[in-house]
Nanobody, 115 residues
Framework: QVQLVESGGGLVQPGGSLTLSCVVS?????????MAWYRQIPGGERALVAA???????TYPDSVKGRFNISRDNAKKMLWLQMSSLKPEDAGLYLC????????WGRGTQVTVSS
């Protein structure tokens, strides 16, 4: 059974930085899966904010390009999302999952951007 556990969210001022973590279990072999971070807003809409391939290639939407960085450690089965220059529109519930054929979602970690 796949488990996804996000952490690291919190309150940050506009322009601030935050790093989120995701611990993955039950997804084997982990290294073959492209992984991603998603942002969910009230109402349930989710948007891709970063993706990383099995070989380490990364993809970002224009809205976060240059500000967000996704990384992974296949030995630790972990993902990270480094966020900087945060904007109010970046706020939301951040969740990790596979890039395609998403597994059951974890609880996510809340990011609030406010002064």
């Amino acid at each position: 059974q796949v488990q996804l556990v996000e952490s690291g969210g919190g309150l940050v001022q506009p322009g601030g930085s935050l790093t989120l973590s995701c611990v993955v279990s039950g997804l084997e072999p982990f290294n073959i899966y492209a992984m991603a971070w998603y942002r969910q807003i009230p109402g349930g809409e989710r948007a891709l904010v970063a993706a990383i391939g099995s070989a380490g290639s990364t993809t970002y939407p224009d809205s976060v390009k240059g500000r967000f960085n996704i990384s992974r450690d296949n030995a630790k089965k972990m993902l990270w999302l480094q966020m900087s220059s945060l904007k109010p529109e970046d706020a939301g519930l951040y969740l990790c999952n596979t890039f395609v054929s998403q597994r059951p979602w974890g609880r996510g970690t809340q990011v609030t951007v406010s002064s």
